[in-house]
């Protein structure tokens, strides 16, 4: 009898070990937004992770996988996030030259309160479409870490390049543009 | 005695009322920073302070102001899950795995404690019946 409940214990004991160890298998598996940056920026174009949306420009929702077919530059942005400031009249200036070539700047505003992203998106006269992910639950999906953050999606929906941080030193403009040829063009 | 009652049950019922920012700003999760908003200082978490200051002024109750920043942020924004739905999950595995736990340890102890019985002398006493076999194999032998 005794012998039983200590066969009972210890497999009660393993079977813990084993659920964590699984556990912690599936988090790692399942933990692809952390590095489709990464494998975006190395050329593997992973698939940009879907979702549905809604509008913040507008009554309904958008999906982003209705977009395929053309080039998405996705900026995920914060009214109080202060490079996103400096980011967004570019942002919308590469809409504005770009969008007869078949590129779509979609907006994603996370964290933050509908009516101030509304104030900013007058503020700064923003025409491109916006989507609004207040719980942030969208962006876990592309890893983003911090705001603002930009994927370049080619025609077919698959991440071109990434950028952590903000695209307003030259440097990055020239490889945001670059990107943005290559999406289009794809 | 009676208004001295009233009015105590009258403030009672005027402090629920009205919910305190810093009571409420430690039951609410800043988005970014995810402590709670009393402990962060990001911008996300300023704007909400202010934003439960403003509601408390309007006169808002602190589940309406709870909702209202639900309605923007998800249930992620509690401190404490939901206790329906998902979120009871939030509350029972803890508890589940508090008494497994329980269980798994008493049955240990009650396994290890107990006592072995103390190493006697072999015992080196035939089996009667076997005794009996070997007797009848010799006197076949010596026969």
Known sequence: MASRARLVAQGVAIGLVVLLFLLLAWSLLHDEGGDLAKRANRGDRPSAPDFTLERLDGPGSLTLSSLR?????????????????????????????????????????????????????????????????????????????????????????????????????????????????????? | MAVVGGVLVLAGGASAATPNAADLESELVCPVCETTLDQSNAPIAQRMKAFIRARIAAGDGEQEIKDALVAQFGTEVLAEPPGGGFGLLAWLLPLGALVGGALVIAVLIRTWSRRRPPPGPPDDRLDPQLERLVDDELARFDA
């Open chain 1, 69 to 186: 077919g053309k080039a998405v530059v996705l900026n995920v942005w914060a009214s109080w996030c202060i490079p996103c400031k400096e980011e967004a009249p570019y942002l919308e200036q590469l809409w504005r030259s770009q969008r007869a070539k078949g590129l779509v700047v979609l907006g994603l505003d996370a964290k933050d309160f509908r009516e101030d992203a509304r104030r900013f998106a007058s503020r700064f006269d923003l025409t491109f479409p916006l989507v609004y992910d207040g719980p942030g639950d969208a962006i876990g999906d592309y890893g983003v870490t911090g705001f603002p953050e930009t994927f370049v999606l080619d025609r077919d929906g698959r991440v071109v390049q990434a950028f952590a941080g903000a695209v307003n030193g030259e440097d990055e403009r020239i490889r945001l543009r670059s990107a943005v040829e290559s999406a289009v063009s794809s």
